[in-house]
């Protein structure tokens, strides 16, 4: 689906915003979806908010995100989107591997006027892997544009590796500032796709209007966790290809493709 051009993009920049993935019917039932998600968590009392902690935050008004992993199991419209034929032909396009692998799904929901934004960072120490193939899709269902506090990159930057973390693994934000990082602002079902070394955040949502998405963090099976970390619901589950790993029992826990034995041991 995709050019030559838009893969060397991705490759040079460690991000790639493309369009035309989802249909508007898709788009419009996805969102639908998403509502009813929020809807029904709030009403069983779940705390969404997940306004991140740190220094970064000083100086701003109080904000607000609204925030749930694993949008796949609470509703068969979004675990679709896992196996979509065009979502899945673009990572495995942009990953240069057949096969893809669910990570983890996290949906945000940042509120008018209110919406908190993300200091800049790596996703690599959430998750550590050996081979860094490990990527997201941000799915946008509400257009995103600067004022709604869209996702902000430091292009290139997958090419330093891991950096150290200031605190609570973010970066130092003296070093890597919101506003000099380049804006991505994106139409409603425009997908962000960006490898997890890409230093990113985004800025508060000032604007009248709710901004929607959800991202979808996978990597190629073979690539392995450096630590037994971050769980998270179907993680395993192979979105395109097959797992080529034919001797291993890969259905068994979340891992998939097992904990690199260079890593620490992992808990039983
Ligand atoms: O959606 C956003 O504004 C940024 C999300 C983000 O940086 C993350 O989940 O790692």
């Not at 509502?35 to 000083?58: M, V, Y």
């Not at 600067?146 to 996702?151: A, K, L, Q, R």
Request: hydrophobic share 35%; glycine share 8%; proline share 6%.
């Amino acid at each position: 689906m995709l050019s030559e051009a838009q893969i060397q993009e991705f490759r040079e920049n460690g991000c790639l915003l493309v369009s035309g993935i989802f249909s508007d019917d898709e788009l419009d039932r996805l969102e639908k979806e998403f509502d009813g998600i929020i809807e029904r968590r709030l009403a069983n009392k779940a705390q969404l908010d997940a306004t991140w902690e740190g220094s970064w935050k000083k100086g701003q008004p109080k904000t607000q995100i609204l925030h749930t992993h694993d949008v796949q199991a609470y509703s068969a419209e979004w675990a679709k989107v896992l196996v979509h034929d065009r979502f899945t032909e673009v990572i495995s396009e942009l990953m240069g591997s057949p096969n893809v692998q669910l990570h983890h799904t996290k949906l945000f929901q940042k509120p008018q006027e209110k919406g908190s934004g993300f200091p800049m960072h790596q996703d690599y120490p959430y998750f550590p892997h050996e081979n860094h193939t490990m990527m997201a899709g941000i799915i946008h269902i509400s257009d995103a544009t600067e004022e709604m506090g869209c996702v902000r990159v430091y292009p290139g930057t997958h090419k330093q590796g891991p950096l150290p973390c200031f605190e609570h693994n973010h970066l130092n934000p003296e070093e890597w500032p919101l506003e000099k990082a380049t804006s991505c602002p994106a139409k409603r079902g425009d997908v962000l796709f960006f490898n997890y070394l890409t230093i990113h955040g985004s800025g508060i949502n000032a604007s009248d209007r709710l901004r929607k998405t959800v991202l979808v963090q996978v990597r190629d099976p073979l690539d392995k966790p450096l630590e037994d970390t971050h769980r998270s619901h179907a993680q395993g589950l192979i979105m395109r290809g097959v797992h080529p790993l034919q001797g291993e029992a890969v259905a068994v826990g979340t891992l998939g493709s097992g904990v690199s034995e260079a890593a620490p041991s992992v808990p039983s």
